[in-house]
């Protein structure tokens, strides 16, 4: 799988992340390489719960619960693509 990094999607889940998290990490640090659920200490699970219910409100679009795992949020990139997904 390709990842766009240019992409405005790519950026709007970074802000998304960042407005979730907190502000030690800016949209501008993270990128799509960036490691997410385990590797962010911020980004426990009460914290994914919100980034989910953020993401949904952002982008019109309910994500189903089979697509919550490792795979979806393993890095920004690859929360992107699959937001992206949603979006087509």
Excluded: C, K
Excluded at 12 to 23: C, F, L, S, W
Excluded at 53 to 60: A, P, S
């Amino acid at each position: 799988m390709t990842i766009d990094t240019t992409d405005a999607t790519l950026d709007r889940v970074g802000e998304a992340i960042t407005d979730v998290i907190g502000p030690d990490h800016s949209a501008g640090t993270l990128t799509a390489d960036t490691l997410l659920f385990g590797s962010l200490p911020e980004l426990d699970s009460l914290a994914l719960v919100e980034l989910i219910t953020v993401l949904e409100d952002r982008f019109g679009f309910e994500m189903d619960e089979d697509d919550i795992n490792a795979e979806v949020f393993e890095s920004v990139g690859s929360l992107a693509e699959y937001v992206r997904g949603q979006l087509r």
